[in-house]
């Protein structure tokens, strides 16, 4: 049994009051994104690693980010399992915090991840002490190996990053919250809040936005929304909602032979 | 668990039942298709070195005991080849002097050469031992707990091997780690008073394996015994509504896993469970060690009194007519 | 002093440690790689360059 049947989410080490993880990349503007941090509450952020353009002069994007948050560095850029382990490798070395987000992507028409390769890097960097958070298609058996390398959690995509499709993997998803152990961060495609609430009500453990909130006019204002959805989404989870029934197929009785006269039909 | 199941077996009203069947027959077609999967057993020995009080092999029987040789199996076997058979279930009783493993391995290689699928009902073994087993074509393992209340379990099983409830109770989990690829766990129904009790252990047993080993493909049966003037061993009693709710709600949280209902219940209640919940049946079965093709009109000595007696060809008819696929082969084993 | 920052190369005029090549950059957030080793910044100052040496300055940054 998962050990989130509160509403505390536990990964590795670490508690989360708060299921609505937050991406940083693409917003307009770095106070667009303190803002959306501050007024969604969320107590972890993906952060990248990339080059510094030398020609330009960026603001440190730590500083826009609250002492108290976790910070995931995303191994995003990554096209090997090799490439993700340099960068997780790099990111210790620098002495920032070893959660890692694996994301290894190879494919530039979808931006699929590739899921054999962040099997390949969970396991290495697990060994390495790393708390390893790896982004990979909805899959069982990849799941399965996952947890047998050590992942702290996993992190299915709902849909094609950046697309709002929302869930798309849906049953696949919904396999994988009911197989697997670990915490199940549901994380790209989410475009709406309903849609993070429905993923919450199937049972996810947590939701993560980037696109969605770094791109609308208010991002302030809809990571707050996301956040308030993700926690109804929790309650309603937690609650134990009646499941929606079809309706009943008025076929002939199937249990009349057990009794001498036919079974009366329903109203 | 078992609280609950027992308030739904208590309950009398027809509606629920009925919403239950409907529910449960969904699950059936949606995952199983119209899909029937026929076998046959054939008793290889009715050797026993164990006393359970139910049972007609128990070694305080007084029946004749017979081992069949190889000829006499094989005779078996092709018997049942000629009516279509292509799974076949091999038993014995728990004698492992009389047929040990070497016995059953030979004559496993000898079904091979007559069935596609090959399962075991015998004495419980080492994990090495069916791995023989495996090597040799067997990849289907039948085991029943009887029964999961210890005490109950205490009581029925007198003497010999049977009488280890957690040798017992773990089997299924070597046969699994051996590369068995079909399991089969069972109650008898009517062993002990609270069939809830039983039935909920086995889900959870069920349960259990599904997570350790989620590559087998797993199967239930609940054998029923009702209480009669002979059989004072039955302290408890499941009544058809009871059992067929039994095989709706294992239906509905097991929707894959197979559900077999043996000739020891009567024609008409195999035919309406077929579509509600059963996807495995045995046919033209005999319960007594040559009883095919060896016996003729000796006493027979059967394990079980049989109460469906229909041929493969009459339950062939009567699933076709009823809108089933039987089913012979499991193409994928082979 | 000739290097190869970030892939390009560049020359830097009056630099001799990895501390120097950080100020002219204007880069005190970066993480810093000569020659594919993380120099931690406490030891920037000590880390004296040569003609041909790679650095890659690499940053936390917006990402998913």
Redesign the interface.
């Known amino acids: 049994m998962k050990n989130n049947d509160n509403n505390l989410l536990r990964i590795a080490d670490r508690e989360f009051t708060n299921r609505f993880f937050l991406g940083t990349g693409k917003f307009r503007s770095k106070k667009d994104l303190a803002a959306a941090i501050e007024a969604s509450g969320t107590q972890i952020v993906t952060v990248a690693l990339r080059r510094i353009d030398l020609d330009q002069h960026e603001d440190n994007i730590l500083e826009y980010i609250p002492k108290g948050v976790t910070l995931m560095v995303n191994t995003s850029g990554a096209r090997s399992a090799d490439e993700a382990i340099r960068l997780a490798r790099l990111a210790k070395a620098a002495g920032y915090n070893p959660w890692i987000k694996i994301e290894v992507i190879n494919d530039s028409k979808y931006l699929l991840p590739d899921n054999a390769e962040t099997i390949k890097a969970t396991e290495v960097l697990v060994q390495e002490g790393f708390v390893v958070l790896p982004y990979v298609s909805p899959d069982l058996y990849v799941a399965r190996a996952l947890v047998k390398a050590g992942a702290a959690a996993v992190m299915p995509l709902g849909s094609l990053i950046g697309s709002n499709q929302g869930l798309k993997t849906r049953e696949f998803i919904k396999i994988l919250i009911d197989e697997i152990e670990l915490p199940i961060v549901v994380d790209a495609g989410i475009g709406a809040p309903s849609q993070a609430a429905e993923a919450m009500e199937l049972g996810a453990d947590a939701v993560l936005v980037n696109t969605a909130v770094a791109a609308a006019q208010n991002p302030s204002l809809l990571a707050k929304a996301f956040a308030q959805a993700v926690a109804a989404g929790r309650n309603a989870f937690l609650s134990g909602l009646p499941s929606v029934r079809p309706l009943a197929s008025a076929s002939s009785p199937l249990t009349g032979f057990l009794f001498d006269n036919p079974v009366p039909k329903e109203r | 668990m078992s609280s609950h199941l027992r308030q739904i077996l208590d309950d009398p009203r027809p509606e629920p039942l009925e919403e239950l069947a409907q529910e449960a027959a969904r699950v059936t077609r949606q995952y199983f298709g119209g899909a029937v999967t026929l076998y046959a057993p054939i008793y290889l020995a009715n050797f026993c070195s164990s006393r359970c009080v139910y049972c007609g092999f128990s070694s305080q029987a007084k029946i004749h005991r017979r081992k069949l040789e190889p000829a006499q199996y094989r005779g078996e076997m092709a018997y049942l080849h000629d009516l279509g058979i292509r799974n076949v279930l091999l038993l014995t009783g728990e004698s492992l002097r009389v047929t040990p493993v070497a016995y059953l391995e030979e004559s496993a290689r000898a079904a091979a050469e007559h069935f596609q699928g090959i399962a075991i009902e015998v004495y419980p073994m080492e994990t090495d031992d069916y791995r023989r087993l495996f090597a040799a074509g067997v990849d289907g393992l039948t085991i029943y707990q009887e029964t999961y209340d210890r005490a109950r379990y205490a009581e029925v099983h007198l003497s010999g091997f049977k009488k280890d409830y957690d040798y017992r109770r773990a089997t299924p989990a070597r046969a699994a780690e051996a590369g068995f690829r079909q399991i089969s766990l069972g109650v008898l129904l009517g062993l002990q008073a609270d069939a809830a009790a039983d039935v909920s252990a086995l889900w959870e047993h069920l349960r259990e394996l599904e997570r350790a080993y989620p590559g087998v493909e797993y199967s239930v049966s609940f054998p029923r015994l009702r209480p009669i003037k002979t059989q004072e061993f039955v302290h408890g009693d499941v009544t058809d509504v009871q059992f067929i709710k039994i095989l709706c709600l294992t239906r509905i949280f097991f929707p894959r896993v197979g559900i077999n209902l043996s000739t020891r219940e009567s024609a008409q209640l195999r035919d309406h469970a077929v579509g509600l919940a059963v996807t495995r049946i045995s046919a033209g079965s005999n319960t007594a060690v040559g009883g095919y093709s060896v016996l003729g009109d000796e006493a027979q000595d059967p394990q079980f009194d049989i109460k469906d007696e229909r041929s493969v060809a009459q339950i062939v008819q009567m699933l076709k007519t009823r809108g089933f696929d039987p089913v012979f082969t499991d193409w994928r084993n082979r | 002093m000739h290097l190869i920052?970030?892939?390009r190369s560049q020359e830097l005029a009056a630099v001799r440690t990895l501390q120097d090549v950080i100020e002219t950059?204007?880069?005190?957030?970066?993480?810093a790689?000569l020659n594919d080793q993380?120099i931690?910044v406490s030891q920037w100052a000590n880390t004296f360059l040569k003609d041909g040496d790679a650095l890659?300055?690499?940053?936390?940054?917006?990402?998913?």
């Open positions: 920052i970030n892939g950059c204007k880069v005190a957030n970066a993480i790689l993380v931690p890659e300055l690499v940053a936390i940054v917006g990402g998913g």
